[in-house]
């Protein structure tokens, strides 16, 4: 059963913008702790955002005043607004989901989202 289904990943050229955007059921988006990771080739996963069910958001040094996470509630969404983007932000991005909000470490998260790619040209 896909409980998370992440969408608006892509190509752009650094400087540009992308949204995306991670489906989940009312109970995730309600009493979960979201978040978005991304993993690089050759890298390890890396934490970007989460948010917690009480709408508190943290973002990753790396990508402070370029990147926002929130939730959309009524809709059901976590998104991942994605601005000035750099060559060295492309990764695959996964939305995850847990019921307790540890930060952002992949091995705390135990639902996962197939990820979407994202691409940033020089």
């Known amino acids: 059963q896909v409980q998370l289904v992440e969408s608006g990943g892509g190509s752009v050229q650094a400087g540009g913008s992308l949204r995306l955007s991670c489906a989940a059921s009312t109970e995730i988006i309600s009493d979960y702790c979201m978040a978005w990771f991304r993993q690089a080739p050759g890298k390890e996963r890396e934490g970007v955002a989460y948010i917690s069910r009480f709408d508190s958001p943290n973002v990753a040094d790396s990508v402070k005043g370029r990147f926002t996470i929130a939730k959309d509630n009524a809709k059901t969404t976590l998104y991942l607004q994605m601005n000035s983007l750099k060559p060295e932000d492309t990764a695959i991005y996964y939305c995850?989901?847990?019921?307790?909000?540890?930060?952002?470490?992949?091995?705390?998260?135990?639902?996962w989202g197939q990820g979407t790619q994202v691409t940033v040209s020089s």
């Open positions: 995850a989901a847990e019921r307790g909000c540890l930060g952002a470490d992949a091995t705390a998260f135990s639902l």
